[in-house]
């Protein structure tokens, strides 16, 4: 497929099936976890596996490959176990991406929690100044992502996501991932023209539109401003069809990947149908 579009895939059965089931489904690019996204420790990846799975992806056609990283990652933790975990498995996630040839690893930026979220936010800047320090063999980006702000998530105001970028030693090094679902769950209210047009230029005026390097193409259970991450079927949500329609027909991202996160059954038969349903509204 020539277009950005794609979805989040398994890895089940080895790494390089992800990008497998994601040809099969037609997509033009993909998301994957590189480890099990339930557990701290990933297995290793052998260098055979990195191997068959670069090139599996050199000899797909596809895009580009994004990884993100696991749920239990929490960067804005305090000083204890959690955060001494979130460290070392963020660390292992920039060395085998590096490994794997991917040049993306989209991430929440984590939980205040009892704290206040500017001590959160320093948190986040001073594991990422770590981090970069730590693992030169990772030259790709970070990507923030923008999150419904649910209980004490950080990322629901752009702002949050600038603070993190203009913290950092190393701000060359971020780019954002643009979640449509979250984004309308934190109140950015992207379904009417005016309100797209608004949203983006916010986010040009806050963050840069180059920094957006990747979207999340999901449809929200839950209402504008509701604070709830819920993914729902493209069209059948909140959101409806229309912000995927003026995405689509924007010039500005025609090669800026936009992944589905969305539902899915026993098969990525319902990747088809709403890929399908995308393309139907370009014009
Ligand atoms: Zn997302
Ligand atoms: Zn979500």
């Known amino acids: 497929m020539s277009d950005y579009l794609g ?30 996204s339930n557990q701290w420790k990933g297995k290793p990846v052998s260098d055979a596996d990195a191997a068959l799975f670069r090139r599996t992806f050199t000899e797909s056609g596809l895009h580009e490959v ?7 990652i929490n960067l804005a933790a305090p000083t204890g176990d959690t955060r001494e975990k979130s460290v070392a498995a963020f660390a292992d996630e920039m060395a085998t991406c590096a490994r794997l040839g991917i040049n993306k690893i989209v991430m929440h930026p984590g939980s205040h929690l009892a704290d206040s979220p500017e001590t959160g936010l320093e948190r986040v800047i001073a594991a990422f100044d770590h981090l970069f320090e730590q ?66 230029e916010q986010f040009d005026r806050i963050l840069g539109l180059e920094r957006l390097q990747c979207f999340h193409f999901n449809d929200s259970k839950k209402g504008l ?59």
């Open 7 to 36: 979805a989040h895939m398994s890895i089940a059965g080895g790494l390089h099936k992800a990008i497998e089931r994601a040809v099969a489904a037609g997509c033009g690019v993909v998301q994957v976890f590189t480890r099990s």
């Open 66 to 72: 994004i990884s993100h990283d696991i749920y239990l």
């Open 135 to 200: 693992t030169p063999e990772y030259q790709g980006l970070v990507l923030l992502e923008t999150t419904a702000g649910q209980g004490s998530n950080l990322g629901r105001h752009f702002e949050e996501l600038r603070t993190i970028i203009d913290g950092s030693k190393f701000p060359q090094r971020f780019g954002i991932c643009f979640d449509t679902c979250h984004t309308f769950a934190a109140g950015y209210n992207t379904a009417t023209v005016e309100g797209y047009a608004g949203v983006m």
């Open 225 to 283: 401003g509701s604070r709830v991450d819920r993914h729902e079927q493209i069209g059948q949500g909140a959101l409806g069809l229309e912000p995927f329609r003026f995405i689509m027909n924007d010039p500005r991202f025609v090669t800026v990947p936009k992944i589905l996160e969305t539902p899915k059954g026993d098969d990525d038969s319902m990747d088809r149908v709403n890929l399908a349903l995308l393309r139907s509204l370009v014009q």
